[in-house]
């Protein structure tokens, strides 16, 4: 099945600096690769995401890449703020009905932006 | 739209009772999925429908039952409670047009 890996694991950067959290994954055939933010004690949120035929894809302060050849994928988040500060999930999907569109989940990166 | 609603929010059993985590939407999704957070490991897939009366197993099944009856619900059953299953459950559902799941508030559950 599906292997999704994530780093840093960890990330401590201060307010107005990026972040940057990679992740890689082993089936070529996955083809949907989400990002979720949650929060302590919240449920995942979806805040961006970007499909296969599309290298880049950006909303305001975070932009995602997508390497398909290489099987990486990478969150980008610029001038940070003290309430970006959330465990980030990387995920990918098959993107197919057969599999109910399941995700399967990086092990999360904890982010601390500090003032 | 109250969207993925998931009850109980807490819940404390012993080893070896039964339960079942309720799970229902309204926004008329054909998917839906059970998935399990646990401390340094992300979330991992229980198990899912992909409409109602078909259900399917993910990475972790073992121990979990499901069933679809509607559209709406789709509850998760421990048969007989682990320490193991302590967890965060979350339900998530999503239509097939839209490529956003949309996760439920959680179940924390704790197994003594």
């Known amino acids: 099945g599906e292997n999704v890996e994530q780093h840093p694991s960890t990330l401590s950067v201060q307010e107005g600096d990026s972040a940057v959290i990679k992740c890689t994954y082993s089936d070529s055939a996955s083809n949907y690769f989400p990002w979720y933010k949650q929060e302590l004690g919240k449920r995942p949120q979806l805040i961006i995401d970007?499909?296969?035929?599309?290298g880049e894809k950006k909303d305001q302060r975070i932009a995602v890449t997508l390497n398909k050849t290489a099987k990486h994928f990478s969150l980008h988040i610029t001038e940070t703020q003290p309430e970006d500060s959330a465990v980030y999930f990387c995920a990918a999907s098959r993107g197919n009905s057969n599999s109910g569109y399941a995700l399967n989940f990086g092990k999360g990166t904890s982010l601390l932006v500090t003032p | 739209n109250a969207g993925v609603t998931q009850t109980p929010k807490f819940q404390v059993l012993k080893t070896g009772q039964s339960m079942t985590l309720q799970c229902a939407q309204d926004m008329n999704h054909e998917y839906m999925s059970w998935y399990r957070q646990d401390p340094g490991m992300g979330l991992r897939l229980i198990h899912y429908s992909v409409g109602a009366g078909i259900t399917d197993q993910g990475e972790v099944p073992n121990g979990y039952n499901v069933s679809r009856s509607t559209t709406e619900d789709f509850p998760l059953r421990l048969l007989s409670a682990a320490p193991s299953q302590t967890s965060v459950y979350f339900c998530a559902s999503r239509t097939g047009t839209s490529n956003e799941q949309f996760f439920g508030p959680g179940t924390r559950l704790t197994v003594l």
């Open positions: 970007i499909r296969s035929n599309v």
